[in-house]
T-cell receptor, first 115, second 111 residues
Framework: NAGVMQNPRHLVRRRGQEARLRCSPM?????VYWYRQLPEEGLKFMVY????????ESGMPKERFSAEFPKEGPSILRIQQVVRGDSAAYFC????FGTGNYEQYFGPGTRLTVT | AQSVTQLDSQVPVFEEAPVELRCNYS??????LFWYVQYPNQGLQLLLK??????LVKGINGFEAEFNKSQTSFHLRKPSVHISDTAEYFC?????????FGTGTSLTVIP
């Protein structure tokens, strides 16, 4: 059973470009979470999605960031007009159930560098 | 609001020595506590978790942690470390849908 997959593993973007990060959850998991890890910091929650629904986006910056988890295909975290401060590692996690199930499985992350 | 504090950012320890990685949390409600390990360029892997019951929790790779409600702590311990334990360790609290992570402790095992 493949784990959580993220691609690309490394992404370089110039300021002003768009970044698209993909996350394929574990087979059978319909709950996806995105986290951001800045240098020297822990992971910060960004957004929690179920298929076709955003459940909790309280950790998402108000502008330029969006996330989706369509009925078919991976979850996408999209960052428009990237700035240097967006450089970070972005981790996706998935779980079989949502609230009440505390087992989240993490992907290897996408390391975004904005030049 | 939840917060998680890992007091030691770096912990060097000799191989086969014991180690304790400290974690304190602040919360006004019941919490569930976790320790994750992150090896270089990899995602997080669950070491152990406390949801309820016995306050001493045993995890993978010989690690264990003790939940202390009065001291709001959840320290991670291993009696004898191995070179392969070199990694970043994160303590986390979950309430509702959200995990709150500490800033991590970098454990370096010295041969």
């Amino acid at each position: 059973n493949a784990g959580v997959m993220q691609n690309p593993r490394h992404l370089v973007r110039r300021r002003g470009q768009e970044a698209r990060l993909r996350c394929s959850p574990m087979k059978g998991h319909s709950h996806v979470y995105w986290y951001r890890q800045l240098p020297e910091e822990g992971l910060k929650f960004m957004v929690y999605l179920q298929k076709e629904n955003i459940i909790d986006e309280s950790g998402m910056p108000k502008e330029r960031f969006s996330a989706e988890f369509p009925k078919e295909g991976p979850s996408i975290l999209r960052i428009q007009q990237v700035v240097r401060g967006d450089s970070a590692a972005y981790f996706c996690a998935s779980s079989l159930f949502g609230t009440g199930n505390y087992e989240q499985y993490f992907g290897p992350g996408t390391r975004l560098t904005v030049t | 609001a939840q917060s998680v504090t890992q007091l030691d950012s770096q912990v060097p320890v000799f191989e086969e020595a014991p180690v304790e990685l400290r974690c304190n949390y602040s919360s006004s409600v019941s919490v569930y506590l976790f320790w994750y390990v992150q090896y270089p360029n990899q995602g997080l892997q669950l070491l152990l978790k406390y949801l309820s019951g016995s306050t001493l929790v045993k995890g993978i790779n010989g690690f264990e942690a003790e939940f202390n409600k009065s001291q709001t702590s959840f320290h991670l311990r291993k009696p004898s470390v191995h070179i392969s334990d070199t990694a970043e360790y994160f303590c986390a609290v979950i309430t509702g849908n959200q995990f709150y992570f500490g800033t991590g402790t970098s454990l370096t095992v010295i041969p």
